[in-house]
């Protein structure tokens, strides 16, 4: 497992600091979870390396988590692009601050990747995609041929490709889009997360033959021991989750 601290992290706020704002233990962190990642896919010949990073449900630092570690790729002297894969519950561009359409939906679509990308975000090796206007269908599109071979065009212009995607156990497109990638990063949030969700994303990804690459442990409070309470987020997201099941 990949222990990532970071601190205040457990009362759901959003975060003020990400990138190049981080404290230091905090970017250490990232710093070692990119060691982990690059020892992960090590084995992997030409291409880029292409990881999605997923959880087992909303809220649990999915995003925070792809952009931290695709800042720490990029800091590392590598190209990296960073793919907002969550059409339903799009925060990349939030918290970014970029605007979100138009996206990989529109690209998909056929607007040209070109002029779709912001180049250059955050750090100058650190290319972004937000996710685009909202399409009905965002697990056709997932997995549709044409993500398939944007996916290969990509691989030839970075070293990694890093895909923010929904949660396993709320909708399919994780497991859609895992065919495409070299494997999964599987974010658990401190005090957040439950041992029985944890069970069934894994049986999921496993049912799947998705590669595991390994989890993260998102926001502990190194040396607090403190279990905060849940706050309402927690049962709004299952709203979430319950809605867009139905
Ligand atoms: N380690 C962390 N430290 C501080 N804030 C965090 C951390 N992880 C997540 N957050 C905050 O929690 C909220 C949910 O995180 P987010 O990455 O959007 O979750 P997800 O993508 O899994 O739905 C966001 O406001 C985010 O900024
Ligand atoms: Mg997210």
Do not use: W
């Not at 952009?67 to 339903?88: C, E, F, P, T």
């Amino acid at each position: 497992m990949f222990k990532f601290l970071d601190k205040g992290s457990n009362k759901m706020a959003p975060a003020k600091k990400l990138a190049s704002e981080l404290d230091f233990a905090s970017a250490e962190a990232y710093n070692l979870l990119r060691t982990n990642v690059s020892f992960a896919l090590a084995g992997k010949d030409g291409g880029a390396k292409l990881f999605g990073v997923s959880s087992p449900c909303p809220q649990e630092g999915k995003s925070f988590t792809s952009i931290n570690l695709s800042y720490a790729l990029a800091k590392d002297g590598h190209k990296v692009l960073l793919i907002d894969a969550d059409m339903r519950r799009p925060s990349v561009s939030t918290v970014l601050e970029l605007s979100r359409t138009p996206g990989l939906s529109n690209v998909l679509a056929g607007a040209n990747p070109d002029e779709t990308i912001h180049y250059g975000t955050l750090h100058e090796n650190l290319d972004v995609l937000l996710s685009g206007d909202i399409p009905p269908n965002p697990s056709e599109l997932l997995g549709s041929p044409m993500m398939q071979r944007l996916i290969g065009e990509f691989g030839e212009k970075y070293d990694y490709i890093v895909v923010d995607l929904p949660p396993v156990t709320a909708v399919a497109d994780p497991l859609i889009m895992s065919k495409m990638l070299d494997g999964i990063i599987v974010v658990v949030r401190h005090a957040y997360t439950r041992k029985r969700n944890i069970r069934e994303a894994v049986r999921q990804l496993h049912f799947s033959g998705v590669r595991i690459l390994g989890f993260v442990y998102n926001g502990y409070h190194h040396g607090s021991g403190r279990y905060y309470k849940k706050s309402k987020y927690y049962r709004k997201d299952y709203a979430y989750k319950e809605n867009k099941e139905a």
